[in-house]
C-alpha cells in the first residue's frame, strides 16, 4: 500500500512548476523544459460541415444565397452597359468626323458652283463673240458685208437664247400689263385705245415662261379735248 503524499510536498512542487514555466516564458534562450512537465494543449479545429452557434455552415452556402447571385446579375448587367456605352461613344465620334468631313465637302461643292455656275452659259456666248470679232475686223469690210454678218450674228444669239428657254415679251399694240412691262412714259393717242403700248423702249425677256426682265414701253392715253380744256380752265379761274 503506498503512502500518501503530504500536502506540502505537493504545494512546492506547484511553486517549482510555476517559476520553471515564468523563466521559461522570459528568457528568449531557455532551455527546453522536459517533456511530462507541461502539458502542450493543440487547438481544436472545426470541420467546415459541423454546427456554428446552433447553424450547419457549408462552403456551398456562399454559392446559394441570392444576394450573391443578384450581386452577380448587377455585375454582368453593369458590364454589358459599360460596353454598349464605348460602343455608343466610338458610333458618335465616327459621325460626328463623317459630319465634319460632308460639312467640308459641301462647303467646297458650294464655292465651286458658285465660280463655274456659268460655265455652260459661257461657252454658247463665246462663238458669238468671235463671229462679232471677225465682223468687226474684217479687211474687206462693207455696210453690206458687215450688215449681213450682223444679221447672221442676231441670229445665231436669237437661237441661243431659244435652247436656254429665253423667250421675248411681246410688246408693242399690246394692253399694258403692268406684271410684264414698266411704263417709262404716255402719249395722247385718238387712234389707240388708252393704256396701249405704243412704242418699246427696250425688250422684256422670260425665262422658263418668269420674267426675267420686264419690257420698258410708251403707252398711250386718252387725248384732252381743246373745249373740255378750256371750260375746265375756266372753272377753275371762277
Known sequence: MSQEKPESSVGE???????????????????????GEIEV???EVLD???EIDGEEFSEDDDEKDP???LLKSLQKELKDKNEEIANLRREFVKLQAETENYKKRMLKEKTDFAQFANEKLIKALVPIYENLDRA??????NPDNLKMGVDMICKSFTSFLEKEKV????????KFDPKIHEALSQIESADEEENTVLQEFSKGFYLNDRVLIPAK????KKPVDSEEAASSSEEASS
Do not use: M, Q, Y
Open 13 to 35: 512542487d506547484k511553486v517549482k512548476f510555476s517559476d520553471a514555466a515564468t523563466k521559461a516564458s522570459n528568457e528568449s534562450d531557455a532551455e527546453v523544459i522536459e517533456e
Open 41 to 43: 494543449i493543440e487547438p
Open 48 to 50: 467546415a460541415e459541423e
Open 67 to 69: 444576394r450573391t447571385e
Open 136 to 141: 468687226l475686223n474684217a479687211e474687206d469690210a
Open 167 to 174: 423667250k421675248p415679251i411681246p410688246s408693242v399694240g399690246e
Open 217 to 220: 414701253v410708251v403707252i398711250s
